[in-house]
């Protein structure tokens, strides 16, 4: 037997790989090997998943296109009923004793036909409402559901539909002019808050797509204020700031659990990018700039691999 | 030792060498590694380029010259360097310089065949010598992708279904009887997915997406294998196989890399294959020449097709 298996090694794809490699199994035996590491009920429940998570995609997508079609011969309050009752269906069919994961489903059916509700109202009554207000009406009508159901799916569906709400509104209407750009980083910020108040019932990817989204709003912002005009933004410095206060967050985080390396990574992959963006615009030899951030990345990736290391 | 481990050891084991070290490494650090490899070879690359200009060469030469010294540094720097940000930096050198050979060679010659050739042939030499699994996946992709433009540069029609023929069967028999010197595992992947994403955007003729599919119908039905234990379950396979290869090719090749990724029970691989099922479903319905309204009704009837799919699934679970 391998002497320098260490006890408790989970029997894993990698581990039976090594193992082949080494000559333990036999020829010809690798893919009944590799059958004995899966774990089939847990790639079962994925794979039944992924299959509703597409039947459910196409059937909301055909009565988006049925809408879309805007037929002709079918009356406004009609078409508005119709999308109504599907709306309500789904909402009531998710109380019943289904499983929780028709259920999140049924749900999720419901909010996004919320919207499809609005687009058919506007397609109707042409009521030439700004598209921001469409969103954010959207955004309060499903915020009950998102905040009741406690699926993060449903919560990244809030988040983007009242993000575009934001978007829209910061891109397109005067009054926001007085909003400061780091605004745009405001939602995303307090999903990674909640996600910190509740890192053991939070899954760990929303937390880490809250972060990435937050970190991309903040380097942007602090790339255009260190080599752009610091100016040009209505409150200046705030991306710089709050890029500093994320990554200082994640630094601490990462040392007191001794944990969670792809949220320390993420951070000191922005700082780099806006160091890059520093060297590219101050170094004027090429061979300079390849240098030094080949010596950026080095120092970062070496000193992250140690933290993985040690933890 | 843990008991699964003790089923494994107990079924095959007899006296055995110690294992070769654990070399993965995490996603993120490779990730980073890699962004950093690719800007710093970037700005390298720019050096390089403003220091050949004054040189007088042919742009073909120049890259060329270009190809050579990243190939060369990438494959001394792989060599010598131990750490992770210097194998990416050596992997992104490796790359770049099949890609600048390759595409000169091709400029200079005017033969694809050539630049073919020279693709493989940089592809053998890194994969053997900097043994890296992200390197050898994006050398071979590149070299299967300079083979998958030459067959189909030469408008035979049949190349690229005749040549998936061939890929299939060789990328999963590396798969799942693969060497045991050097892991091959990488390039394999890269045989089975560079040829699926070309083909069915580039050989519009639909007889021949139908024949370029149908080994990667026979290739999922082979891998599902264990899992199609008995007849009903056999035939609704072949079922959903003949249907997806008649209606939408590309589904078929998706739905080979999710077969690959249960039973290599491989998570990088499920998400390569979930996101080219997204892709083809939405180019099958982006594709399908009808209105709007029977395009609604299409995808509302593939919808429950695909709920009654999960609750056949679901009832057969419990």
Known sequence: MPKSLPPDTPLTPSLVHRLWMAGVIPAGKYAEALDLARDDHIWAMWGRRMVLALAVGQILTGVVFFFAYNWAALPGLAKIGMVLAALVACALASRLPLPEVVRGALLFAAALLVG???????????????????????????????????????????????????????????????????????????ALLAFEARTERIPRWFGLTALTA?????????????????????????????????????????????????????????????????????????????????????????????????? | MSAPVKVLLDRYATDAPSLPPDTSTPWFLIGLASIGAILAGAALMMALVLLLEGADMTPEALGMVCGVIALGGGLVIGLMGKGLFLNQFSTTGAVAGQVLLAGSIFEYTDSAAAAVVVAWAVAGLAGTVLRDPLQQFLSAAVAMGATCAWVLDAETGVGLPLMMVCAVPLGLAALFTP????????????????????????????????????????????????????????????????????????????????????????????????????????????????????????????????????????????
């Open chain 1, 116 to 190: 499809v509700v609005w687009a058919v109202f506007g397609q109707h009554y042409q009521t030439g409402a700004d598209f921001w207000g469409l969103f954010a009406l959207w955004a309060a009508l499903i915020l009950p559901w998102a905040a009741t159901q406690k699926s993060p799916i449903m919560w990244v569906l809030w988040l983007v539909v009242a993000q575009t709400g934001l978007g829209l509104f910061m891109a397109t209407q005067a009054a926001a002019d007085r909003l400061p750009e780091i605004t745009f980083a405001a939602l995303p910020a307090l």
């Open chain 1, 214 to 311: 937050v970190l991309g709003i903040v380097t942007v912002l602090s790339i255009i204020e260190v080599i752009g005009d610091a100016d040009t933004l209505s409150l200046p410095w705030t991306g710089t700031a709050g890029l500093l206060a994320v990554v200082a967050v994640t630094v601490l985080r990462a040392w007191r659990t001794r944990r969670d390396l792809g949220a320390l990574s993420l951070a000191v992959g922005a700082v780099c990018m806006v160091i890059v963006a520093v060297v590219i615009d101050a170094v004027d030899v090429w061979m300079l700039s390849a240098l030094l951030i080949a010596g950026l990345f080095a120092a970062a990736v070496s000193g992250l691999n140690a933290c993985r290391v040690r933890s």
């Open chain 2, 179 to 318: 060497p045991r010197r050097l892991d091959v595992r990488p390039a394999a992947y890269a045989v089975l997915i560079v040829p699926l994403v070309m083909f069915e955007p580039l050989v519009t003729t639909y007889p021949l997406q139908v024949m370029g599919a149908l080994p990667y119908a026979a290739g999922a039905v082979w891998v599902l294998w264990p899992a199609l234990i008995t007849p009903a379950r056999t035939a609704v396979a072949v079922a959903c196989a003949v249907a997806f290869t008649g209606l939408a090719p590309g589904v078929m090749g998706a739905l080979l890399l999710l077969a690959v990724a249960w039973r290599m029970g491989n998570r990088t691989v499920a998400g390569v294959g979930v996101i080219a099922l997204l892709a083809f479903v939405v180019r099958y319905y982006f594709d399908v020449d009808v209105t709007l309204l029977t395009k609604s009704g299409l995808l509302v009837a593939g919808g429950v097709l695909t709920l009654g799919l999960w609750m056949v699934w679901r009832r057969m679970a419990t």
